[in-house]
């Protein structure tokens, strides 16, 4: 079983900074299967980034996502208020028991 | 525009059986190879995925739940369901329905799952004598 591991855990910024959120797989994935969520509160999780770096369709360009192996990244260029919520990453694979998500980045207003 | 909701009851007794569906508008289930799926989130947690269900029927479920859980399709209706058995506090937790997407891979030939897009808003399920 392949754990994700987010970090930090919280992510204090102001508006207009560049937030950078980190995914650890305990062993090498392929991208293909690292897709990234934005979670706010009370909502449903909205799918931002599939395959390590496609973005999904609405989703703004200051939004990226990078990486390759047991590491992944998440940019979010230029925050802008509606972008502090809290962030998921998620891995997939070829059986039920590798479909997993990461524990979650806040991403708060300092 | 493809959309996702979640129905069924908010409160369960423990020991008692959980049962969801969720109503799929916008699209046919049947129109892809895609699958359906369920994820649940405890209050203040994280996200647990539960499993997914193909318009015909086939399922995956992930291990530690796999013994309690069933999924079934009702296409006629656009519908698929969740029944989650034996429960207990530690199965309360928001519910989604979500779109499962499927993707060949060449280098593995085979199609896995892989994101889950769109999401339904969740429904709430509280397991309480």
């Known amino acids: 079983e392949i754990v994700l591991t987010q970090s930090p855990g919280t992510l204090s910024l102001s508006p207009g900074e560049r937030a950078i959120l980190s995914c650890r797989a305990s062993q090498s994935v392929s991208s293909s299967y690292l897709a990234w969520y934005q979670q706010k509160p009370g909502q449903a999780p909205r799918l931002l980034i599939y395959?390590?770096?496609g973005r999904a369709s609405g989703i703004p360009d200051r939004f990226s996502g990078s990486g390759s192996g047991t590491d992944f990244t998440l940019t979010i260029n230029g925050l802008e208020p509606q972008d502090f919520a809290v962030y998921y990453c998620?891995?997939?694979?070829?059986?039920?028991?590798?479909?997993?998500f990461g524990g979650g980045t806040k991403v708060e207003i300092k | 525009q493809l959309q996702l909701q979640e129905s069924g009851p908010g409160l369960v007794k423990p020991s008692e059986t959980l049962s969801l569906t969720c109503t799929v508008s916008?699209?046919?289930?049947?129109?892809?190879?895609?699958?359906w799926g369920w994820i649940r989130q405890p209050p203040g947690k994280g996200l647990e995925w539960i499993g997914s269900?193909?318009?015909?029927?086939?399922?995956q479920y992930t291990p530690p739940l796999k013994s309690r859980v069933t999924m079934s399709v009702e296409t006629s209706k656009n519908q698929f369901s969740l029944r989650l058995t034996s429960v207990t506090a530690a199965d309360t937790a928001v519910y989604y329905c979500a779109r499962h997407h499927r993707r060949f891979f060449e280098w593995s030939l085979s199609a896995e799952l892989v994101w889950f897009d769109p999401w339904g808003q969740g429904t709430l399920v509280t397991v309480s004598s």
């Open positions: 395959g390590a770096s």
């Open positions: 998620q891995l997939s694979g070829s059986s039920p028991a590798a479909l997993t």
């Open positions: 269900i193909s318009y015909s029927g086939s399922t």
């Open positions: 916008g699209d046919s289930i049947s129109s892809s190879t895609d699958y």
